[in-house]
């Protein structure tokens, strides 16, 4: 298994004048609404633990106020948490002072914000190099690397074009790109493509998932869209009013999800994009030597052509070659339909 980035262990956060009193009362029972209407304060995060391993798109979600935004910023510091420890490659982050902090977030964390939050002075190459100038790297490498990340994210040509020339996707291409220029290990996506239309964000999506396998960064992203989720999220955690519900691969949460708060939030989703069929197998089924073929790690959508050309089964064959089982129309039917 990958080696372990971020570790959050037992992390909670109370908004308000006595933070500790108040968590103590939550410790004893009292849920984040009668928090707010009897005291005041406000129940950000309560007893969050997870692990988000190295090179992975780890994915956060849940409505509005559910807290991903408060645990997102808890991985450079920017809130601290009430009770609880963040551990950065096994370094408790709260131990940090305040010159260890700053070179953690220039050199580790880079955050890409949901609006652009670009500085609209200075061309498309200057915003991008502008964390790294203020980092007191030469102008001219600067400059350099700076050109190298926007031709990675696609907008070589436009290096000296003001952010209000661009469309909203090229300026959100600029943040990327300002984040990767840091080089920074773990990229903290706060809603980042929300703000995009579905075409471009979509463009986006496959965008990042690309730089991804080619960077081999740490991704942290927050979303409140399903599809987005389940397209970029090695993992995927799901939170409601600050605890967390479940952690899982989408296919985990989808086929087994914890209880009915987030089988409501998966319900809507196209099953067959996500099942694998490997999952579905059946290993006592004997098929026919000319049978079709699919990846056990395909989504069951893969079998679909094969049943349309009027075959009865399919083969699944694992990575390693071998055949693991087969399908037929109606064991994809079973998986498909959800009670
Ligand atoms: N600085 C703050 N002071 C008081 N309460 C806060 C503060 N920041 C967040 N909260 C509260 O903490 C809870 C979680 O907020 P958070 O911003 O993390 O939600 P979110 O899941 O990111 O929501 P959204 O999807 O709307 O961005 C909410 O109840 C919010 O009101
Ligand atoms: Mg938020």
């Given at each position: 298994m990958r080696p372990v980035k971020i570790e959050v262990q037992a992390v909670s956060k109370v908004f308000g004048r006595d933070p500790k009193g108040a968590l103590a009362k939550v410790r004893g029972g009292m849920d984040k609404q009668r928090l707010k209407d009897e005291t005041e304060h406000v129940l950000g995060l309560h007893d969050i633990s997870l692990t988000i391993r190295e090179g992975e798109t780890f994915v956060i979600m849940g409505l509005s106020g559910s807290g991903k935004s408060t645990l997102i910023r808890h991985f450079n510091r920017l809130i601290e948490p009430t009770g609880g420890r963040i551990l950065f490659d096994g370094e408790d982050i709260l131990t940090f002072d305040a010159a260890r902090l700053q070179a953690f977030r220039r050199r580790k964390v880079a955050m890409v914000f949901q609006r652009f939050a670009l500085l609209p002075h200075k061309t498309v190459v200057e915003n991008v190099a502008y964390g790294l100038t203020l980092d007191g790297v030469p102008k001219a490498e600067a400059l350099r690397r700076a050109g190298e990340q926007i031709a990675l994210v696609g907008l070589s040509g436009f290096e000296k074009s003001y952010p209000a020339q661009l469309s909203g996707g090229m300026q959100q291409r600029v943040g990327l790109a300002r984040a990767l220029a840091t080089d920074a290990e773990v990229l903290l996506m706060d809603?980042?493509?929300?703000?995009?239309?579905p075409l471009i964000r979509h463009d986006m999506q496959l965008q990042l998932k690309d730089l991804q396998a080619r960077l081999g960064k740490t991704i942290v992203f927050i979303t409140h869209d399903l599809d987005e989720a389940l397209l970029l999220g090695d993992h995927i955690a799901i939170l409601k009013d600050g605890t967390l519900r479940q952690v899982g691969t989408g296919s985990e949460i989808l086929a087994r999800p914890a209880d009915d708060y987030v089988a409501r939030f998966v319900r809507?989703?196209?099953r067959a994009r996500i099942l694998l069929c490997g999952a579905f197998a059946d290993a006592g089924l004997i098929v026919a030597p000319d049978a079709p073929v699919v990846e056990a790690g395909a989504t069951l959508e893969a079998a679909f052509a094969a049943f349309a050309g009027g075959a009865q089964a399919v083969a699944v064959r694992n990575g390693d070659g071998r055949i693991k089982g087969a399908l037929t129309a109606q064991r994809v039917m079973e998986a498909l339909a959800r009670e």
């Amino acid at each position: 298994m990958r080696p372990v980035k971020i570790e959050v262990q037992a992390v909670s956060k109370v908004f308000g004048r006595d933070p500790k009193g108040a968590l103590a009362k939550v410790r004893g029972g009292m849920d984040k609404q009668r928090l707010k209407d009897e005291t005041e304060h406000v129940l950000g995060l309560h007893d969050i633990s997870l692990t988000i391993r190295e090179g992975e798109t780890f994915v956060i979600m849940g409505l509005s106020g559910s807290g991903k935004s408060t645990l997102i910023r808890h991985f450079n510091r920017l809130i601290e948490p009430t009770g609880g420890r963040i551990l950065f490659d096994g370094e408790d982050i709260l131990t940090f002072d305040a010159a260890r902090l700053q070179a953690f977030r220039r050199r580790k964390v880079a955050m890409v914000f949901q609006r652009f939050a670009l500085l609209p002075h200075k061309t498309v190459v200057e915003n991008v190099a502008y964390g790294l100038t203020l980092d007191g790297v030469p102008k001219a490498e600067a400059l350099r690397r700076a050109g190298e990340q926007i031709a990675l994210v696609g907008l070589s040509g436009f290096e000296k074009s003001y952010p209000a020339q661009l469309s909203g996707g090229m300026q959100q291409r600029v943040g990327l790109a300002r984040a990767l220029a840091t080089d920074a290990e773990v990229l903290l996506m706060d809603e980042a493509f929300s703000a995009l239309d579905p075409l471009i964000r979509h463009d986006m999506q496959l965008q990042l998932k690309d730089l991804q396998a080619r960077l081999g960064k740490t991704i942290v992203f927050i979303t409140h869209d399903l599809d987005e989720a389940l397209l970029l999220g090695d993992h995927i955690a799901i939170l409601k009013d600050g605890t967390l519900r479940q952690v899982g691969t989408g296919s985990e949460i989808l086929a087994r999800p914890a209880d009915d708060y987030v089988a409501r939030f998966v319900r809507d989703v196209n099953r067959a994009r996500i099942l694998l069929c490997g999952a579905f197998a059946d290993a006592g089924l004997i098929v026919a030597p000319d049978a079709p073929v699919v990846e056990a790690g395909a989504t069951l959508e893969a079998a679909f052509a094969a049943f349309a050309g009027g075959a009865q089964a399919v083969a699944v064959r694992n990575g390693d070659g071998r055949i693991k089982g087969a399908l037929t129309a109606q064991r994809v039917m079973e998986a498909l339909a959800r009670e």
